[in-house]
T-cell receptor
Framework: GEDVEQSLFLSVREGDSSVINCTYT??????LYWYKQEPGAGLQLLTY?????DMKQDQRLTVLLNKKDKHLSLRIADTQTGDSAIYFCAETAVETGGSYIPTFGRGTSLIVHP | DSGVTQTPKHLITATGQRVTLRCSPR?????VYWYQQSLDQGLQFLIQYYNGEERAKGNILERFSAQQFPDLHSELNLSSLELGDSALYFC???????????????FGPGTRLTVL
């Protein structure tokens, strides 16, 4: 079945850039997502990219997709303490019945220290 | 605030019991998805309903069932509970099934279930 892999932890200094990496196995992936989960909260969709794109930028966030290597990354510029959270990578392809059901990675805990 | 509400926030119960988790989707969203998040399994898709009908099924145990009502709220029923069912249960909603080109899902805050 599909698999999404992420490193478990990333520690950065405030003001630096953070890069969170993700690899996936499903070559039929249509959309790839980044979600953020803060303690005690649900998942918040940060951004997503369609599989025919290789880059998407949204303010401090840059998503890079290397479809050949099935590698997705999320870069957060000027990382702030408020960015400390767990970041989930997810991929989805159209399922039987026409639904997009994402497969999630285990999440990367981003720790931002002063 | 995603606009998706879930009740209760916390639930503590005993093995063998049955509980019902409730979810109200964002206004206008027709699809509801249920997920289980545990340390062992990560975030797992359980089941999706679209406009009252089951649309997709994931790793949902036979002891678990769900339904979506005419007002589009959904309930997840968990029965014969086991210790291993302790987890965070999330509901998400989307406008349609997603195949229309709108793949965004909006998550609720979750219900934390503890089975003792």
């Amino acid at each position: 079945g599909e698999d999404v892999e992420q490193s478990l932890f990333l520690s950065v200094r405030e003001g630096d850039s953070s890069v969170i990496n993700c690899t996936y196995t499903d070559s039929s992936s249509t959309y790839l997502y980044w979600y953020k989960q803060e303690p005690g909260a649900g998942l918040q969709l940060l951004t997503y990219i369609f599989s025919n794109m290789d880059m998407k930028q949204d303010q401090r966030l840059t998503v890079l997709l290397n479809k050949k290597d099935k590698h997705l990354s999320l870069r957060i510029a000027d990382t702030q303490t408020g960015d400390s959270a767990i970041y989930f990578c997810a991929e989805t392809a159209v399922e039987t019945g026409g639904s997009y059901i994402p497969t999630f990675g285990r999440g990367t805990s981003l720790i931002v220290h002063p | 605030d995603s606009g998706v509400t879930q009740t209760p926030k916390h639930l503590i119960t005993a093995t063998g019991q049955r509980v019902t988790l409730r979810c109200s989707p964002r206004s206008g969203d027709l699809s509801v998805y249920w997920y289980q998040q545990s340390l062992d399994q990560g975030l797992q898709f359980l089941i999706q309903y679209y406009n009252g009908e089951e649309r997709a099924k994931g790793n949902i145990l036979e002891r678990f069932s769900a339904q979506q009502f005419p007002d589009l709220h959904s309930e997840l029923n968990l029965s014969s509970l086991e210790l291993g069912d302790s987890a965070l249960y999330f509901c998400a909603s989307s406008v349609a099934t997603g195949a229309s080109g709108d793949p965004e899902q909006f998550f609720g805050p979750g219900t934390r279930l503890t089975v003792l």
